[in-house]
């Protein structure tokens, strides 16, 4: 089955130490996107990748990276975990039509990594 | 901007009885609709979406309709089941951008007893 796939699903990381979570997806989806969500908050946005493009929330710190070498895989870089940057976080997939118009794909989820910070 | 609201929870019903998920939204377009569902400790998983005016979206026993007139996309299930027990989130999208974040409403919790 064709799916999005992230590891670890849970990850224990020190204050400051930096950290890496990773995202992979069958689908060959063109957009992947990283969201944080905080205990019984809605998933937020940090930034997505439209093919090779990267495209930063306003509001997303400096402290979160993020890289795809290819279409398949994605990561998410924390170059400084704090305590404020313990949640889950959940890569998504879609298929956009592109600028030129057309409906936006449904975006898939994958099963989220929950980043605890000590 | 655009936006979404729900319900506020928890909500808590019997085995078998019928749910409502009320949500509404505020947009400019026309955006597509979907309700997702989150089992504790697990991501999101689509439950259900519609693209454009009084489209019927229907999963696993779950129906919500597209009402422009009212900006609505409630979540409805006519006899749920304690395994439906989750927190349900109604999101929307702008069609026709590339890469736009879903907005989210801040999610109902559903908790069903047998």
């Known amino acids: 089955d064709a799916m999005v796939i992230q590891n670890p699903r849970y990850q224990v990381t020190q204050f400051g130490k930096p950290v890496t979570l990773s995202c992979s997806q069958t689908?060959?989806?063109?957009?992947m996107y990283w969201y944080q969500q905080k205990s019984s908050q809605a998933p937020k946005l940090l930034f997505h990748y439209y093919d090779k493009d990267f495209n930063n929330e306003a509001d997303t710190p400096d402290n979160f990276q993020s890289r795809r070498p290819n279409t398949s895989f994605c990561f998410l870089d924390i170059r400084s975990p704090g305590l404020g940057d313990a949640a889950m976080y959940l890569c998504?997939?879609?298929?956009?039509?592109?600028?030129?118009?057309?409906?936006?794909?449904?975006?898939?989820f994958g099963p989220g990594t929950r980043l605890t910070v000590l | 901007g655009n936006s979404v609201t729900q319900m506020e929870g928890p909500v808590t019903l019997s085995e078998e009885a019928f749910l409502t998920i009320n949500c509404t939204y505020t947009a400019t377009g026309y955006p597509s609709l979907f309700w997702y569902v989150q089992y504790p400790g697990e991501g999101l998983q689509l439950l259900l979406k519609?693209?454009?005016?009084?489209d019927k979206g229907s999963n696993k026993g779950f129906e919500a309709t597209y009402r422009k007139e009212t900006t609505s996309f409630h979540l409805e299930k006519g006899s749920v089941q304690v395994s439906d027990s989750a927190v349900y989130f109604c999101a929307l999208s702008d069609q026709g951008q590339a890469g736009t974040a879903l907005i989210f409403g801040k999610g109902t919790t559903l908790s069903v007893s047998s």
């Open positions: 998504a997939t879609s298929r956009d039509a592109g600028l030129a118009g057309g409906p936006t794909y449904t975006q898939y």
């Open positions: 519609a693209t454009k005016a009084d």
């Open positions: 689908l060959n989806h063109n957009v």
